[in-house]
């Protein structure tokens, strides 16, 4: 694993994460506002869609050795994740959004964003009182 300074490629990974979670915010907010707009149509992230390709995809990983008890596995850099916004056209042209599924997709979004804020805090507080340790 590569360490960028004082954070390791998890925080970074984290962050992108809430960047993406704050578009999807706004494209469902976005979506909500235009429920009686004619022909408008929903617009959402194709992340989960990505992702999920990417896993059933079968990668070689290399494994580099670095020290004789030490293993190391090369990832993809921080912010490798690049969604693709969709439309969501209806059947009848006219407006996509269905305000039920967009308000269930915002409050999804929100408790997946609350998780990461929760996550990026808990890292925070593990490099906290490892420095706090060494004060004793």
């Known amino acids: 694993m590569q360490f960028n300074g004082l954070f390791d490629n998890n925080i ?6 809430l960047d993406l979670k ?5 494209l ?13 149509f929903s617009k959402d992230l194709d992340f989960d869609r990505k992702l999920l390709s990417s896993l059933e995809e079968k990668e070689e990983i290399e494994i580099r050795r670095t ?3 030490h293993l190391s596995i090369d ?7 690049n969604p693709k916004i969709i439309s969501q056209i209806s059947e009848d042209g006219l407006n996509s959004v269905d305000i039920d599924r967009e308000m269930t997709k915002l ?6 964003y609350n998780s990461l804020i929760k996550m ?17």
């Open 22 to 26: 704050s578009l999807r915010h706004d």
């Open 28 to 40: 469902i907010a976005s979506n909500i506002a235009n429920v009686d707009t004619p022909h408008y």
């Open 67 to 69: 020290h004789y008890r």
């Open 75 to 81: 990832s993809a850099p921080p912010g490798h994740i």
């Open 120 to 136: 990026i805090s808990w890292k925070f507080n593990e490099m906290k009182a490892a420095i706090s340790e060494g004060r004793r």
């Open 12 to 17: 970074f990974l984290l962050e992108r994460m």
């Open 107 to 112: 409050a999804e979004n929100q408790l997946m």
